[in-house]
């Protein structure tokens, strides 16, 4: 079964990027779409980025053009870049199929990222 292993989070000042990563232990090409997640304190997780086999991705509107998703079957890696964050993108991310085309998988340990001054 797949699994997978988020990196990459941090502290960063509102304004400022990151780069996640997940590497999945097997192949990652049947899975159609993969997606990212957060979850904040206190709130439920949520879907925040999918990208389709064939790269067509699909943001959620409070995130629409400041992230990117990208995913590299062959290396079984997606990856989330986050630019001009908020404290309101403050999260643990975990990376997923994208559960309203999949059953869900395993969930990893998540990379937390904190937006704060």
């Known amino acids: 079964q797949v699994t997978f292993v988020e990196s990459g989070g941090g502290l960063v000042q509102p304004g400022g990027s990151l780069s996640l990563s997940c590497v999945a232990n097997?192949?990652?090409?049947?899975?159609?779409?993969m997606a990212w997640y957060r979850q904040a304190p206190g709130n439920q997780r949520e879907i925040v980025a999918s990208?389709?086999?064939?790269?067509?991705?699909w943001y959620r509107s409070t995130v629409q053009a400041r992230f990117i998703m990208s995913r590299d079957n062959t290396r079984k890696l997606v990856t989330l870049r986050m630019d001009n964050l908020k404290p309101e993108d403050t999260a643990v991310y975990y990376c997923?199929?994208?559960?309203?085309?999949?059953?869900?998988?395993?969930w990893g340990r998540g990379t937390r990222v904190t937006v704060s001054s």
């Open positions: 997923n199929s994208d559960h309203r085309y999949h059953d869900p998988l395993p």
């Open positions: 097997a192949t990652i090409t049947p899975i159609y779409r």
């Open positions: 990208i389709s086999s064939v790269g067509n991705t």
